[in-house]
């Protein structure tokens, strides 16, 4: 899990692409390497990705190797990336992890397009349009992960949304670069997965049943 708190904007060093997968080698930027092992997770523009290995270049600079599979390269825009690309890093969160955003699984949902930017006072406006079938999950003044990034939604529009970008995120996150035309790899809030689920059912569970079911315990006596 993590939280849509962007910790470093890395880069793509290269692709080693194979008929069924690709090979990603990751530019960790600012963070630090000593806090990855291998197998960790690593949000990488909010694909979850696991360290398969690590390096170093002449200058210094750390990288970390992950596989990326043709499903999540069809399902994201990693397909699209390119050798010197930005991408936003986060690790995942720990117990002790302050929940600055929300909770972030790294499971992208789906690939949007932004379709305008503006000036928006010291803010930027970016309107951006979401697959038809994830649209209905967006709300205004909900939660909403953008290329890793938490971010508030501001209003929507039938299939279009808009966010603000205040100056830190476009200064610390690769969202600088979101002008119209450009992809961004979409998550919705993970509690409107759960709550269509349980509406959806079919099922007819009250709320005792609710509280039944999350409790274990043998009976007493």
Same mark, same amino acid.
């Given at each position: ?33 000593t806090e990855i092992a291998l197998?960790? =997770?690593?949000? $990488?523009? +909010? /694909?979850? %990705? !696991?360290?398969? *290995?690590?390096?170093?270049? @002449?200058? #210094? ?81 909900? =939660?909403?992960? $953008?290329? +890793? /990034?938490? %971010? !508030?939604?501001? *209003?929507?529009?039938?299939? @279009?949304? #808009? ?59």
């Open positions: 899990m993590f939280t849509g708190i962007i910790q470093s904007v890395g880069k793509i060093v290269s692709i080693e692409s194979s008929d069924t997968d690709s090979r990603f080698t990751v530019e960790l930027g600012d963070l630090d390497p197998g960790d =997770s690593v949000a $990488v523009s +909010g /694909v979850c %990705l !696991t360290a398969v *290995e690590f390096g170093q270049s @002449k200058d #210094g600079s750390h990288s970390m190797c992950a596989d990326v599979s043709a499903e999540t390269l069809s399902c994201t825009t990693l397909g699209d990336l390119n050798a010197n690309d930005q991408v936003n890093l986060e690790l995942a969160l720990t117990p002790t992890t302050r929940l600055g955003g929300h909770m972030v699984s790294g499971h992208v949902d789906g690939v949007g397009e932004v379709v305008e930017r503006y000036q928006d006072g010291r803010s930027e406006r970016i309107e951006i349009v979401a697959p038809a079938v994830l649209s209905r999950y967006i709300a205004a003044k909900g =939660s909403i992960c $953008v290329d +890793g /990034v938490s %971010l !508030t939604v501001n *209003e929507v529009s039938g299939d @279009k949304f #808009g966010v603000n970008i205040v100056p830190h995120t476009v200064e610390h996150t690769n969202l600088g670069r979101c002008q119209a035309g450009v992809k961004v790899n979409l998550e919705i809030d993970v509690i409107a997965r759960y709550l269509e689920r349980l509406l959806t059912s079919g099922g007819s569970a009250s709320t005792e049943d609710l509280i039944l079911a999350g409790d274990q315990r043998p009976p007493i006596g």
